[in-house]
């Protein structure tokens, strides 16, 4: 694996790839072999209890061949099942218009609107390709907004949950085509930034954190009739919190509906909140006893056949392998299969995704193929020359007009394209003409222990069931192939299902944002999985460490056990949770007044809050690195970023001065759009805008603006011996301590992307924002504090 420091040196990167794309012979020089693919017409993952799911298929058959050739339809299943015929048993695809108005969920459109009439909530499990997520909103909105006898039921918006970004807007924009109004009207989205909705909107696409900021302030959700909770199966925070959330929002609305029924106010359905919650595969037995036993129903996608390639030996280096397979993808699958219609009109036979676990890693790859593209450009292959290898990143932070060049394909280009994403690309959104699928079997994930009370984000292994979604992103519009970089026997170790987020991360936020809901008693929260015990008592002793909650008092039960506390905000907590951001650096915000420095904090938490600004290209990168020492600053790197931000902002011309300075203005934007916000939310709970020139006093209010060992305040590590660094908490800890939490945390290092990293004059004392497991555990966001600070 390669360290987040370490990039392939585009010269050595050639004279490893270029000999295994120079040979005319398949598979002459490999450097990732491959086993041959075996037949199974078999469905992977829709719930365990199903027979054909990939936990049982794998008890079933001990060998991993029902994990090759699958031609991806769903089998007979309880529920919904579309009369369709298969795409895969033609041997041509539909065309635009059909594509368009006939999916597969039109077909079953009745069944689903009798079941949301009879049902407060429904599932449904729609394969790839279905439509749900583009025709269910426009269903609801036709039946109950222009039916006159549903009229009344429906005064409200539909609302629909995306966990990205880029999901929100790409899929607003399709329905608002579809149609037929212009987008901000009828149709509108919502997102940070960007807010295109209108009084007259009835059916708005949004991320699960606009939905959640919206609960905070209106407890029962009551500008919607319908909330539709997609892609439910990526169980991120957002999307477990709005489970419960949502719950309890309908259980309010219904008791007062039931009692103005009695009063004689209303109809018993006029005030009903309906639910529908969408995914491509789920524990759905799971999900539906959470929902009070709610119906599940299932509606078959359009998927193609698809090939399912295992490398025979382990990859440690996995973008080394992509990277090699990308390039023989390129010489071995240039023939255009001349019974496939979908693909007659291009001059290349189908475009590459590969799965990445993040932005740096999706840059580093890119800009190694635009090296290498050129010199592959008519080389011979075994079916003649090679044509113009192209490639594309995708991640949520990109910005939409280049998110949007991906959505669309000249059929006249003569180029195949590469594209590097995130995990976006597993299920949020479809990219036409992919016809091969490079899957790492990895992403990067946190990590979180209630003993140490540290979030580790490292790379990990997916679950089976993310894999299946990746692969099937092959063969959306034809038959396709996937290229997984595991052996069938680390396959078969994959989990079933992803563990969900929330079991896994800091519940800081979580909490913090339940009380703000209005449910003081979080423990008690009705979550679908719940966290462990000591996750949640941790985060609760924590925020009360930072003043931010308190319990209520409760004079009828002298029993101190935390279990049976309620809690609610301190003064400073409703004003943390006025700011979009963690409860950490909420409280800075408010603490920089005693140290006079409030509007340099927010610059440096706005820096702080988007990804890497700093832009390294391999064919300049001394150069760039020249470039950004002059940012360096011998304080650390909260400085270095205030430096960064400060001349962004007095240059005039933005975007050539941070080309000059390789730095990514895309991310700048961004930051200077969070800044602007936060600035906005400091005006609006009164607090004063006041700027220092003494970055002692910045350094001071990070690391100690909350209390020593409190918020960020933990985050203070000292030189050893060794040379590596350890927590100050655990300083006093030895190895024969029985309760000793500091063997989880082991020595930690000076990320080398760090101003501070040396090989020899390491400071003394460090303060840091991020830990980082790559090669070594690593600190991100480094500065310098003094040791004397410790002690007074």
């Known amino acids: 694996m390669i360290p987040d420091s370490e990039v392939l040196k585009n010269q050595q990167a050639i004279d490893y790839l270029l000999p295994n794309i120079n040979s005319a012979s398949p598979s002459s020089q490999s450097q990732l072999s491959v086993s041959s693919p075996e037949s199974n017409t078999s469905s992977p993952c829709v719930r365990s209890s199903l027979p054909n799911s990939p936990n049982n298929n794998e008890t079933k058959n001990s060998s991993s061949r029902d994990w090759n050739l699958q031609r991806w339809r769903s089998p007979s299943r309880p529920g919904l099942t579309s009369s369709t015929t298969s795409p895969s048993s033609s041997s041509s695809t539909p065309n635009n218009h059909v594509r368009q108005h006939c999916l597969p969920i039109d077909l079953v459109k009745n069944k689903i609107l009798s079941n949301v009439n009879r049902h407060d909530t429904i599932i449904l499990i729609g394969e790839t390709g279905s439509g749900k997520t583009t025709r269910i909103p426009q269903f609801l909105y036709h039946y109950y907004c222009k039916n006159h006898s549903q009229r009344s039921v429906m005064n409200g918006v539909i609302g629909i949950t995306q966990p990205r970004r880029v999901a929100a807007v790409s899929i607003g924009s399709r329905v608002a085509e579809e149609m037929g109004t212009t987008l901000g009207q009828l149709v509108g989205y919502k997102i940070r930034f960007e807010d295109c909705v209108s009084p007259q909107t009835k059916i708005q696409y949004m ?24 892609e439910a199966h990526e169980r991120t925070v957002q999307s477990d919190m709005l489970f419960g959330i949502v719950k309890r929002a309908q259980k309010s609305r219904k008791r007062s509906s039931m009692k103005r029924t009695l009063d004689g106010n209303e109809s018993p359905s006029h005030n009903t909140l309906k639910l529908i919650i969408m995914s491509a595969t789920m524990d759905v037995d799971h999900l539906s006893k959470y929902f009070d036993s709610a119906p599940v129903l299932y509606v078959e996608g359009r998927i193609y056949p698809i090939e399912i390639f295992y490398a025979e030996s382990k990859h440690e280096d996995y973008t080394d392998a992509a990277l090699t397979t990308i390039f023989q993808i390129h010489r071995d699958e240039d023939e255009l299969d001349s019974n ?81 994403a995130t995990n976006i690309a597993e299920t949020s959104i479809t990219i036409p003409n992919i016809r091969f699928v490079i899957d790492t079997g990895r992403a990067k994930s946190k990590s979180f222990s209630p003993k140490t009370g540290f979030e580790i984000l490292k790379i990990e292994r997916i679950s089976k069931a993310q894999s299946c979604q990746r692969s099937g992103r092959a063969g959306r519009l034809a038959p396709g192939k996937c290229f997984r970089l595991l052996t069938r026997a680390e396959y078969r170790l994959l989990p079933t299902f992803p563990i969900p987020e929330i079991q896994k991360c ?127 600053s011998s304080e650390g790197d909260l400085v270095k970023l205030l430096k960064v931000f400060r001349e962004y902002k007095e240059s005039r011309q933005a975007l050539a001065w941070c080309q000059d300075n390789f730095l990514r203005p895309v991310q700048m934007r961004n930051a200077f759009k969070i800044r ?31 209390g020593l060992g409190i918020g960020l305040g933990a985050n203070i590590a000292l030189l050893q011996n060794e040379g590596g660094y350890r927590i100050v908490s655990f300083q006093n800890q030895t190895k024969n301590d029985k309760n000793n939490d500091c063997l989880e945390i082991k020595t930690l290092h000076i990320h080398p992307s760090s101003c501070l990293f040396s090989p020899t004059n390491k400071p003394e004392c460090v303060f840091f924002i991020e830990l980082v497991q790559t090669t070594k555990l690593y600190m991100r966001n480094v500065s310098i504090i003094s040791k004397e600070w410790l002690t007074t």
């Open 506 to 632: 800091s519940l800081s936020n979580v909490i913090l944002q339940l009380i703000a809901a209005g449910i003081s008693d979080p423990e008690r929260f009705d979550f679908i999985d719940r966290p462990s015990a000591d996750s949640i008592k941790h985060s609760i002793s924590k925020l009360i460490l930072m003043n931010a909650i308190e319990k209520i008092p409760n004079e009828s039960n002298e029993n101190d056990d935390s279990s049976s506390l309620s809690f609610r905000l301190t003064e400073i907590g409703k004003k943390m949770i006025v700011f979009p951001i963690e409860p950490e650096f909420a409280l800075m915000i408010i603490m920089s007044q005693k140290y006079r420095c409030t509007e340099e904090i927010i610059t440096i938490i706005s820096m702080l809050s988007i990804d890497n600004v700093f832009y390294v290209p391999n064919s300049e990168r001394d150069v760039a690195l020249a470039v950004h020492k002059k940012f360096a």
């Open 676 to 706: 602007q916000q936060l600035l906005s939310y400091c005006n609006k709970i009164s607090i004063p805008i006041i700027s220092s020139s003494n970055t002692e006093n910045i350094r001071k209010c990070f690391a100690l603006g909350s």
């Open 207 to 230: 991320t699960d954190g606009i939905l959640l900021r919206e609960s905070l302030s209106n407890h029962t959700l009551d500008r919607y009739d319908f909330i539709i909770l997609d």
């Open 340 to 420: 496939d219609s979908q693909m007659q009109n291009t001059s290349i036979g189908g475009d590459i995704l590969v799965f990445c676990t993040g932005q740096e890693e999706i840059e580093s790859m890119v800009k190694i193929v635009q090296d290498l593209a050129p010199q592959t450009s008519g080389m011979k292959s075994c079916r003649g020359n090679l044509k113009t290898l192209k490639p594309y990143p995708l991640y949520s932070a990109l910005p939409t007009m280049k998110q949007q060049q991906i959505f669309t394909r000249d059929p006249n280009d003569c180029f195949r394209r590469v594209i590097f």
